[in-house]
């Protein structure tokens, strides 16, 4: 099933490098990666890699989330996903908003950002942004290791 999805991060506050993007300073709280899964194996397989490198850290990062999932200063809390053929990954950036990391995961784009900060808990917020881009969300939440999540 292809769709859409944003990735929910809970981390300490940490300055780390991001590729191209140089050393980043990030706030403690929760932070926002909106992406797309619109090839071969849609979200599950697409979610699934996110969740398997998040438990396993000893691997190479390729994107730039992948320097937040292989950092332990971030622990994936969960996923919001929708299902869609349609290309809604930028639109869903717009409606999420707010505070940002610029260039953040938008490098075949041009949004400002694909990752987005907020100081709370943000899940039923993001369901509100998928629901205002006309999608039906689904919340999947990790256990307390932020290790497994089926999509």
């Not at 900060?117 to 939440?141: G, Q, S």
Request: aromatic share 8%; net charge neutral; glycine share 14%.
């Amino acid at each position: 099933m292809r769709g859409i999805y944003c990735l929910v991060f809970q981390n300490r506050a940490v300055t780390l490098g991001i590729g191209a993007l140089g050393e980043v300073a990030f706030r403690e709280g929760w932070h926002l990666y909106v992406g797309s899964a619109q090839g071969p194996g849609g979200l599950g397989a697409r979610v699934g890699r996110h969740v398997h490198l998040a438990a396993d850290k000893d691997r190479r990062p390729r994107w730039h989330v992948d320097r937040l999932l292989l950092s332990g200063a971030f622990v994936l809390r969960g996923a919001v996903c929708a299902a869609t053929d349609d290309d809604l990954e930028c639109g869903l950036a717009a409606a999420i908003g707010g505070e940002a990391v610029e260039g953040f995961g938008c490098s075949d784009c041009r949004c400002f950002s694909h990752l987005f900060y907020r100081p709370d808990e943000p899940f039923t917020e993001v369901a509100d942004a998928f629901t205002a881009i006309r999608l039906d969300p689904r919340i999947r939440k990790t256990n307390m290791g932020g290790c497994h999540l089926n999509v």
